[in-house]
């Protein structure tokens, strides 16, 4: 894997194999990049990543992970209305979060050059929902790149620039999960100086979206708008490649597949692959309709480039077949790959593919069955014991509001503590709406990062409308989902600099909580239990929410720092004369360091999984659970 300081190499013409996320790190650096703020969202997550470490390594750089996507975009949209290049970085479902300054930043401009970066996630690997942020591009009248391998993510990032600075509006670049995640040769190019501190120069009647202004910004906008367009039409960024009598039109990743289609089948095509997918460059489209009897759009997700395309031969009177997803040779859902692709060419062309697919599924099917390993929280991991306290206080019968982190793998038996949840925040909100229409004990989850990112307005509307609802703060100490990164709580900037952590029980107090309490899971599961029933006692009480803050590090920052020292806590192990075969250990905490021994009906931990946090020894009521050397 390539070191983050690798991506500072200032030899021009270097070739490293990166990975997409990576290239795009580098190239913030070839662009000239002043600031980077974001929110970490895999597949996005490698980017922050990098840039956090190199940053304090470049002169006048600031980098940064803000609180939430809203203020990401805020922060780097202040940067470069002030004059100087800027990114923000998120998910698509960051992006969402993110709408309400993108319209508003849309119409104002910018004066340095802006790129937001957000990756899209077909097949939903790590995210609540396919966003095609697409539809972003075109609402917000935004210009849009998508580039289809890691080469292309940073030669099209350093375009990105340019067209942002020559229209004076941010620039969306989309990737999506498989090129964010691939890996390939990206050639390094030079490493400009970055400017010093500059001077913001003011022009309120631009910058100031009131009523009168924002009608005036609004046919500027369209105008830029169809600036792009032109240049779009001209850009090398889209092109056509191969000759034949069926057209293709594509975009992004599916013009590798589109590619390697066409190889595997000896088929012959031209293919039109865009790199700018807003504005679409309509005249190159038209006369590419118009060169062909049949197109086929190949594109995850939302029909975007096939209503366009169907959109300009209807108006230019082009008879053409266009063929995609409504007629079902593509699907709206999930990510596509090489075979989805080939066997939609083969059906099309009405020809066998060549290839003997059910010679492949039959030799997949003969393979052994690879054991069954769904997502779980990992051993030691706080959050387990805090569950296991939570359903235990409550005995299963109260509503368990959650939240987005890894937290919400409690979905799964035998935890079973997720009930409802909508976005990042949610846990706290929807528990109020709960609370409203329900006599049930409601206890809600959310980390410490979430916590941070869209907890707080939900701690506000809790408070100031006397909702009885019990609020679980599950403080692992970093934002461990997406790759470790810091938060406010922890005391660590994006530029790596130690600063004073932001507490959260602190925090709740300042907004009006009346019950704050923290508490370490680890240390006593019956004490943990017991102040889970008091609070959810003192909320039907009172009339008003209370807060419980779960804290211990993240089980992996604990492993770390035990190699980092070589402190390393006796071993625990199974008596299994005292063991009495009840599997409470299993059926109820279901820790993944534990396994049932086929020959003896009793519980053995893996000591090659175990990270030693006892929370095992407090479940088992025979006391089988034991210490070495103690």
Known sequence: MTKPKELLDDSKGTVKLLLANEAIARGVVEAGVRLVALYPGTPSSEIGNNLTFM??????????????????????????????????????????????????????????????????????????????????????????????????????????????????????????TR?????????????????????FKKE???????????????????????????????????????????????????????????????LDAEILKLGITHPVPEEMIKSFLAKHKRVLIVEELE???????????????????????????????????????????????????????????????????????????CAGCPHRATYY???????????????????????????ETADILFDMGSSITTACGLSQVTDQDIVCTIGDSTFFASGLPGIVNAVYNHHPISIVVLDNRTTAMTGHQPHPGTGVTGMQEEVKPTDIADVCIGLGVQYVKVINPFNSIPNLVKEVR??????????????????APCALLTAAERRRTGDYPAKYFVDSDVCNACKRCLNRLSCPAMYLNPDTGKAVIDETLCNLCGTCVAVCPQGAIKQEDA
């Open 55 to 176: 940053a304090p390594h470049i002169p006048n750089f600031y980098f940064e992970f803000s609180t939430n996507e809203k203020v990401a975009l805020e922060v780097a949209g202040a940067a470069a209305v002030a004059g100087v290049r800027s990114m923000m970085v998120c998910k698509g479902p960051g992006l969402n979060v993110a709408a309400d300054p993108f319209f508003s930043l849309a119409y104002v401009g910018v004066r340095g050059g802006m790129v937001i970066v957000v990756a899209d996630d077909p097949s939903m690997w790590s995210s609540q929902n396919e966003n095609d942020s697409r539809y972003y591009a075109l609402m917000g009248n935004i210009p849009m790149i998508e580039p289809a391998d890691p080469a292309e993510a940073k030669s099209l990032l350093l375009e990105a620039y340019t067209l942002s600075e020559k229209l004076e509006l941010p620039v969306l670049f989309r990737t999506t």
């Open 179 to 199: 090129v964010n995640h691939t890996r390939a040769p990206v050639e390094f190019g030079a490493i400009p100086e970055l400017p010093e501190k500059i001077e």
């Open 204 to 266: 309120p009647f631009r910058f100031v979206p009131i009523p009168a202004v924002a009608r005036k910004r609004h046919p500027w906008l369209l105008e830029q708008i169809e600036k792009a367009r032109e240049i779009s039409e001209t850009s090398s960024l889209n092109f056509t490649e191969g000759s034949g009598n069926l057209g293709i039109i594509t975009s992004g990743v599916s013009f590798n597949y589109v590619r390697e289609a066409l190889q595997s089948l000896e």
């Open 303 to 377: 029909p975007f480039l096939e209503t366009h395309a169907r959109r300009i031969a209807q108006r230019e009177e082009i008879s053409v077949e266009i063929l995609g997803k409504e007629q079902g040779y593509f699907s709206r859902t999930f990510e596509y790959s090489p075979r989805i692709v080939i066997e939609a060419l083969a059906k099309i062309i009405n020809r066998n593919t060549g290839i003997n697919w059910d010679a492949i599924d039959d030799m997949e099917k003969d393979l052994p069955d690879l054991p069954p390993r769904p997502p779980l929280l």
């Open 389 to 415: 306290a939570i359903r235990t206080a409550t005995r299963g019968k109260a509503i368990y509001p959650s939240d987005i982190g890894c937290y919400t793998l409690s979905i799964a038996p035998p935890l």
């Open 534 to 551: 008091e609070m959810v006692s003192w909320t039907k009480e009172n009339n008003a929410p209370a807060v419980l803050i779960s804290k």
